[in-house]
């Protein structure tokens, strides 16, 4: 990766390599999908032709980059979300049915 300014900083430093390699994943999507001349230049930076440097590469490829990567984060996130909301259903859900069957037994005459 080219180290030019970086301003930005990471919030979790663990996650720094898995970002770079998300980077590269949806760098080389964009650049095989897409019908944009430009996007050439792009996948000569994802296939290491130009020595990490992405400069020559317009602002406009890096934005779709950019903004496939935040439309992939918040596709896992609502998946993640779906899964918690999905626990928490089947949780309560299993605590009604464990309260109504202890209710009904309660109430049950017992044969002795």
């Given at each position: 990766?080219?180290?030019?300014?970086?301003?930005?900083?990471?919030?979790?430093?663990?996650?720094?390599?898995?970002?770079d390699r998300f980077k590269y994943e949806v760098a080389s999507e964009v650049a095989a999908t897409?019908?944009?001349?430009?996007?050439?230049?792009?996948?000569?930076?994802?296939?290491?032709?130009?020595?990490?440097?992405?400069?020559?590469?317009?602002?406009?490829?890096?934005?779709?980059?950019?903004?496939?990567?935040?439309?992939?984060?918040?596709?896992?996130?609502?998946?993640?979300?779906?899964?918690?909301?999905?626990?928490?259903?089947?949780?309560?859900?299993?605590?009604?049915?464990?309260?109504?069957?202890?209710?009904?037994?309660?109430?049950?005459?017992?044969?002795?």
């Amino acid at each position: 990766m080219a180290q030019g300014q970086q301003r930005n900083q990471v919030l979790i430093p663990q996650a720094a390599q898995a970002l770079d390699r998300f980077k590269y994943e949806v760098a080389s999507e964009v650049a095989a999908t897409s019908n944009d001349p430009q996007a050439q230049l792009l996948q000569q930076w994802y296939n290491g032709q130009t020595g990490g440097y992405g400069g020559d590469i317009p602002s406009r490829i890096w934005g779709a980059v950019g903004g496939h990567m935040v439309r992939r984060m918040i596709a896992a996130a609502e998946q993640s979300l779906i899964g918690q909301a999905t626990q928490g259903v089947q949780q309560s859900f299993r605590q009604a049915i464990g309260q109504q069957f202890a209710q009904t037994q309660q109430l049950q005459p017992r044969d002795v």
